[in-house]
Nanobody
Framework: VQLQASGGGLVREGDSLRLPCAAS????????TAWFRQAPGKEREFVAT???????VYGDSVRGRSTISRDNSKDTVYLQMNSLKPGDTTIYFC????????????????WGRGTQVTVSS
């Protein structure tokens, strides 16, 4: 099982980014797929998750500014982030699984490497 997160980069405050998370080795549409982020020295923070029917759940830090969606034909989940702030600067990870607690990083069994997002003011 592999998850490949991409789409990160250096942007300016107020810009937008779309982060794809492509899955291989499993049928991603059968699982919840989530995005977390983690700054150095801090705990991994829940960003958003989506189920196979496309039902989203958002964390407080991005609610209203972000949209999570999925393309089951491509086994890919997308995190569209708008109105980016310097506080959004960190590494973003995607994960998949069948969590009991949707917002807990320990509830997801498969993780990809992160993608760095840097927002300049």
């Amino acid at each position: 099982v592999q998850l490949q997160a991409s789409g990160g980069g250096l942007v300016r405050e107020g810009d937008s980014l779309r982060l794809p998370c492509a899955a291989s080795g499993l049928t991603a549409s059968n699982y919840w797929t989530a995005w977390f982020r983690q700054a150095p020295g801090k705990e991994r923070e829940f960003v958003a998750t989506i189920n196979k029917q496309g039902g989203p759940v958002y964390g407080d830090s991005v609610r209203g500014r972000s949209t999570i969606s999925r393309d089951n034909s491509k086994d890919t989940v997308y995190l569209q982030m708008n109105s980016l702030k310097p506080g959004d600067t960190t590494i973003y990870f995607c994960a998949t699984g069948t969590p009991r607690l949707l917002t807990s990083p320990t509830a997801y069994g498969y993780w990809g490497r992160g993608t760095q997002v840097t927002v300049s003011s």
